[in-house]
T-cell receptor, first 108, second 112 residues
Framework: AQRVTQPEKLLSVFKGAPVELKCNYSYSGSPELFWYVQYSRQRLQLLLRHISRESIKGFTADLNKGETSFHLKKPFAQEEDSAMYYCAGGTSYGKLTFGQGTILTVHP | EAQVTQNPRYLITVTGKKLTVTCSQNMNHEYMSWYRQDPGLGLRQIYYSMNVEVTDKGDVPEGYKVSRKEKRNFPLILESPSPNQTSLYFC???????????FGSGTRLTVV
C-alpha cells in the first residue's frame, strides 16, 4: 500500500536557523512527490514538486530513492515560514496520499 | 483568475439529509479530487477523477459519491450524512498527475 510518513508532528526552530522537515515514502514504482504548505486559515498551496527540482521561498527538497525520503530543507528559517507542511505521494492516475503533516513554528 | 471554487463554505445539516458540495475549476484541468481534513489524521483522499466519466476511490470513499459529467465540475454527494462525516472538505484539480493539485478554500461540514 502507498504510504507517506512524516515522523515529526511539531517542529520548532529559531529565526535564522536551518530547518529540515522529514518525509519518507513507501510506494511500488516511482511516485510523484510533493510538499504542500497550509498557512493559518488558508487553503493548501503547492510548495514543491520533485520533478521540477526548483526552490520556492528558499525551500528545497531532495529525492533520495535509496532511503525513500523526500525531506524539505531551508537554510535560514523565517517567521513567515510558520505553517503546517504536508508531504504527499501520488500516482500517475491521480491518487494522492498525504502524510500526517508537520507544524513548523519559527520563533523570533 | 485561475481557481477552484467550492460551495458552500460552511454547512450544518442533520443526520440522513442528503447534501451536495459543489466544486468547479476554470483551468481546464483533467484531474479533480476530493479530500477531507481531520485533526490528527491529516488529509485523506475520498475520490479522484482522471477525466470526464472516469472516477476512482481514494482512501476513504465510504459514505460518499461523486460524478464527473463535465470537465469543470466534480460534485461531492453525501446521500445519508452521519456525524462521523463532520469534517473540513477540500476539492482540488490538476493539469496532470505530476503538476500537483490546486486546492479550493474548503467546506466546513457539520452533521448533527
Amino acid at each position: 500500500a502507498q504510504r507517506v510518513t512524516q515522523p515529526e508532528k511539531l517542529l520548532s526552530v529559531f529565526k535564522g536557523a536551518p530547518v529540515e522537515l522529514k518525509c519518507n515514502y513507501s510506494y511500488s514504482g516511482s511516485p510523484e512527490l510533493f510538499w504542500y504548505v497550509q498557512y493559518s486559515r488558508q487553503r493548501l498551496q503547492l510548495l514543491l514538486r520533485h520533478i521540477s527540482r526548483e526552490s520556492i521561498k528558499g525551500f528545497t527538497a531532495d529525492l533520495n530513492k535509496g532511503e525513500t525520503s523526500f525531506h524539505l530543507k531551508k537554510p535560514f528559517a523565517q517567521e513567515e515560514d510558520s505553517a503546517m507542511y504536508y508531504c504527499a505521494g501520488g500516482t500517475s492516475y491521480g491518487k494522492l496520499t498525504f502524510g500526517q503533516g508537520t507544524i513548523l513554528t519559527v520563533h523570533p | 483568475e485561475a481557481q477552484v471554487t467550492q460551495n458552500p463554505r460552511y454547512l450544518i445539516t442533520v443526520t440522513g439529509k442528503k447534501l451536495t458540495v459543489t466544486c468547479s475549476q476554470n483551468m481546464n484541468h483533467e484531474y479533480m479530487s476530493w479530500y477531507r481534513q481531520d485533526p490528527g489524521l491529516g488529509l485523506r483522499q475520498i475520490y479522484y477523477s482522471m477525466n470526464v466519466e472516469v472516477t476512482d476511490k481514494g482512501d476513504v470513499p465510504e459514505g460518499y459519491k461523486v460524478s464527473r459529467k463535465e470537465k469543470r465540475n466534480f460534485p461531492l454527494i453525501l446521500e445519508s450524512p452521519s456525524p462521523n462525516q463532520t469534517s473540513l472538505y477540500f476539492c482540488a484539480s490538476s493539469l496532470s498527475a505530476g503538476e500537483g493539485y490546486t486546492f479550493g478554500s474548503g467546506t466546513r461540514l457539520t452533521v448533527v
